[in-house]
């Protein structure tokens, strides 16, 4: 199954500077429980933003169009080339960034997201729209501002549509 996970503001603004726009430690709880033990693929600015690399648990995937390495991480030059190094039962969950997202997204079984109920002042990397007619939502979790979170948010997962042949 392939996921995507994001957290994406009202605007589907996702990040600026190549840094997250909120800080919900409830959100990177949810993270970290969803893609404990899965593979994660993510491109090389996400990769790069990490602050201490690679995501421990887990099958990193970084996608590059140079042969840098990434310590810690599997390096592919393509999605297609890193998706067909995956057994056909792993559970992928792809993490960004922006361009990355629009190229899965065709691709993806499920999406996990935690919207944000705000709009930041500033962003330059944005999740793309999403379609009614291509996604369920089949659970929805909302919170509300408190002591950790400046602001609200739910946590919304959905699952492409079944098509009829």
């Known amino acids: 199954m392939i996921t995507i996970i994001a957290a994406i503001a009202q605007n589907n603004a996702i990040g600026f500077d190549n840094k997250l726009l909120y800080w919900l430690p409830n959100d990177l709880k949810r993270f970290k429980s969803l893609t404990t033990g899965h593979t994660i693929i993510m491109g090389r600015k996400t990769f790069e933003s990490l602050p201490k690399g690679a995501l421990p648990n887990r099958r990193n995937v970084v996608l590059t169009r140079s042969l840098a390495s990434a310590e810690g991480a599997e390096t592919f030059a393509s999605l297609d080339d890193a ?3 995956c057994s056909p ?4 969950y792809i993490l960004g960034g922006e361009s990355v997202y629009r190229e899965a997204m065709p691709l993806a079984d499920r999406l996990c997201l935690t919207h944000i109920h705000a709009t930041p002042e500033r962003a ?3 999740f793309p729209e999403l379609s009614e007619t291509e996604w369920d939502a089949v659970m929805c979790e909302e919170h509300d501002v408190d002591d950790k979170h400046d ?3 739910t946590f919304t997962d959905y699952l492409r549509h079944e098509t009829v042949s």
């Open 83 to 85: 998706l067909r190094s």
């Open 89 to 92: 039962d792993e559970d992928i």
């Open 124 to 126: 330059d990397a944005f």
């Open 151 to 153: 602001v609200k948010y």
